[in-house]
């Protein structure tokens, strides 16, 4: 079975530096997967060399099949992937409707709706993601939390088949992070593929199935999340070599 | 009824005061109104002005579709006027074609050259964009003027084109009307881009470029349409503008001043509104013309000797542009849209958020 | 060959000029983020100054440079504080028909105080130059050239050796982070835009010497700034001398092509900066901004 998304010795350079280092793994269609790793560890240069952002120095990556790298990203966007950004990018003169409805206008090749239409999707993933009640007020009026949603929702509007979220949960008190678990959850359950950079452990374990994890460009680490967080290697990439040290017991 | 609202209805009646006044005026020109003894409205001079002002609406709206609309602040607009002016002209003049069938190739030509010029310009973004657009205007203007060939100036040179007057009866009432039609037009592209996927792009790309784009709006294309499509709508107040002045030459077709008059007509009036620019041409195109000393009324300064007046009229515009970028960035329509009032309140408001 | 060498004598020469116009323009665009539209302005004003004094006192016009160097540095203080401060938070648009309309006010009141009659500055020395074997190096465009590399040696020794100098680069690297150490950022801002409208006045002063001068005779010079910073990079001054050495360069050799001619100015200026913001963005000695 071809997977959806097969990333194959992926590397990206910036001056001297590979922040992506010959990255390897594959995403099946309908997973939930994870991403972690410590800071610089490459998870949004990934997130940007999928998503056509950048270009990448070296491997390959393939949607069901076909080769994207080197796609602008307005073309990867039309194959079904769709992608929120780290620090959010409302359309700032927009209501929160018509954001999402300028996802829905754009986004996917499999629809392309009227104007109308449109906006009756924006208002159902709106419903989705639990800011219906706002619809109508201007982005400057969400709260932080909100304002992810926001960004969120317009991705989904967008109708991916693969929907990478960049630290959506960062800056997130403990109920907002439950809410926002909800979110993902009923976007996961339309059938969506859903990728998760978090740094939030209780994301992970609370709705991932399968982890992977970077550390320096390159992939430490596959599997599932209570196999992986106890890994020693992952360990020691988090917590350095003294604490995991500690943590051994020696 | 708010306060707001009541404004908006003020500002709806005067406008469709002014638009009942400006298409039924004419013609009170015409010889059957004559006939019946109606008071006539309109002179020459009153065309001339009221025919340069839809120009300007003309050209203002078509500015805010690329400046306003979708966020590239272009400084060298006046190129399309000109190329549509020479466009028309110099099928007119040397290729001896008829004035309807030169016209509709000047909006064609302006387009054409707006898509070669916007693929390099257009991946500029802030500052280089600008002067950049800057040194097309003048850069077009000089070559129109310089160019020979063999020695023979190709665009009619520092002498300028001279076409045969278009042959019609009622002449400065056909052109004004044509004009006028120019801008109808222009208005309503406007109005048909801003409620269409196509203008929900171009405000996306306006709002933030990379998130469009992650989107999946193709937003290099969406770019240079909306370049083009302000380019064909400048270009054909430019071809209208050539046999309607029956003489063009690089000063007339290619001033620098209009890029700024086009940008502070839309800025007054207010960016990303479809009325907005057209309203600020009025406005402005007015001031500009009572400053020079074209209207009607005009100012005696008893310390100004006659011939400074048009310098002075510049030196007023000039303090009338920093007094509207500093005090008034969101346009004068702003307030009667019902977003804010016009109070000292609001100028200071205003004013805190962008110094320092 | 003769040919070839006083070629490139007159584009170094005229690259003199337009390094010295350029390094106030990149100063105040490099610190501030301002694309002065109004330096050309400043440069016609500094000249008219030069032309003034020497008109009305006799004074050697190489003596007026100081003068106009304060004057105009005042003069940029106080519009720069006054005005330009106010407006230094908006969007790029703004600033730039900001400076637009101060551009057309200045112009416009020199018109109103010197009608547009061409003025020039003519000495004793004023045709006079070195014979070097064919090749000809008029005198004043040889010490015009000199002042030129002597201010901007001024300029970039008062940049990285003096307080003043500092803070404005602290200012110029992160505004908030130049408050946060204490630094006046007004002040600092309007004696950015003091110092390049002080190098524009001794640029304008050279100016006057060389050429006849009217109101409007300041335009083509912005737009050559412009030119000269984008092709010589943003950042340091050094970048800005080359830039400007090298369009002077480029403009001689341009206009020695039959046919062309002097007409294609501006033209040639929009050329060069197109190639090179497609080709090099960050100009041959400058890092992208």
Known sequence: MTPQLDLRNVTKRFGGVAAVDGVTFSIAKGEILGVIGPNGAGKTTLLNCISGVYR????????????????????????????????????????????????????????????????????????LVGLRMKADLPVSALTIPDRKRLEVARAVATRPKLLLLDEVMAGLNNVEIDDALEMVRAVHETGVTVVLIEHVMRVIVGVCERVIVLDLGRTLADGQPDVVLRDERVIQAYLGERYARRLRGG | MTTSQRWQRILIVLGCAVIAYAVLAPLTSLDGAQALNLPLLTDKLWFRLATITAM????????????????????????????????????????KWPFLLALPLAPVAAAIFAVLVGLPLLRLRGHYFAVASLGVGVAVGELVQNLDYRGEPIFGGASGLFMPIFAVPNRDLYFFYLMLGAAGVSIAVTWAVIRS????????????????????????????????LAAALTGLAGGIFAQWNV???????????????????????????????????????????????????????????????????????GVLLALVVIFAPRGVIDFFGGRSRLTVAYLRRSLRETSI | MADLVQLVTIGLLAGGIYAAVGVGFSLVWGVLNIVNLAHGALVIVGAYLTWQIFTASGLDPFLTLPIDAVALFAFGYVVQRGVINRIIRAPLLFT??????????????????????????????????????????????????????????????????????????????????????????????????????????????????????????????????????????????????????????????????????????????????????????????????
């Open chain 1, 56 to 127: 990448l120095d070296g491997g390959d990556i393939r949607w069901h099949g076909v080769s994207i790298a080197g796609l602008a990203p307005y073309r990867v966007a039309r194959l079904g992937v769709g992608r929120t950004f780290q620090i959010v990018k409302p359309f700032g003169s927009m209501t929160v409707r018509e954001n999402v409805a300028v996802g829905a206008l754009f986004g996917s090749d499999s629809e392309r709706p009227p104007l109308r239409a449109a906006f009756d999707r924006a208002d159902s993933v709106l419903e």
């Open chain 2, 56 to 95: 300007f609406v003309v050209m203002a709206t078509a500015w805010n579709i690329i400046g306003g609309l979708t966020g590239y602040a272009a400084f060298g607009n006046v190129a399309f006027f000109g190329i549509g002016a020479y466009t028309t002209g110099m099928l007119i003049a040397k290729a």
């Open chain 2, 197 to 228: 996927r196509f203008g929900y792009g171009l405000i996306a790309i306006r709002e933030n470029e990379e998130a469009a784009a992650v989107i999946g709006v193709n937003t290099t294309a969406y770019k240079v349409a909306a370049f083009a």
């Open chain 2, 247 to 317: 003489f063009i030459d690089q000063e007339n077709s290619f001033p620098i001043a209009y890029n700024v008059e086009m940008i502070l007509m839309a800025l007054l009036g207010g960016t990303g509104t479809v009325f907005g620019p057209a309203a600020g041409a009025v406005v402005l195109q007015l001031l500009i013309q009572f400053l020079s000393g074209s209207l009607p009324i005009t100012l005696d300064l008893p310390f100004v000797p006659e011939d400074a007046m048009p310098v002075l009229a510049q030196v007023v515009l």
């Open chain 3, 96 to 289: 730039f028909l900001l400076t637009f309309g101060l551009n057309l006010i200045a112009v416009n009141v020199l018109l109103l105080i010197f009608k547009s009659d061409f003025r020039s500055v003519t000495t004793a020395y004023s045709g006079a130059g070195l014979d070097l074997g064919g090749i000809v190096v008029p005198y004043i465009r040889l010490a015009a050239l000199g002042i030129a590399l002597l201010v901007a040696a001024a300029l970039a020794l008062l940049l990285n050796r003096t307080r003043v100098g500092l803070a404005i680069q602290a200012v110029g690297s992160d505004r908030d982070a130049a408050q946060l150490v204490g630094i006046d950022l007004r002040h600092a801002y309007a004696v950015t835009y003091g110092l390049g409208a002080a190098c524009a006045g001794v640029a304008g002063g050279l100016i006057a010497m060389i050429q006849a001068i009217t109101p409007t005779a300041g335009e083509p010079y912005t737009l050559q700034a412009f030119v000269v910073v984008i092709l010589g990079g943003l950042g340091r001054v050094s970048a800005t001398v080359v830039g400007g050495l090298v369009f002077g360069l480029v403009e001689a050799f341009a206009q020695s092509i039959p046919g062309s001619g002097s007409v294609f100015a501006n033209a040639i200026a929009f050329g060069v900066m197109v190639l090179v913001l497609v080709t090099r963005p960050q100009g041959l000695l400058g890092r992208l901004r």
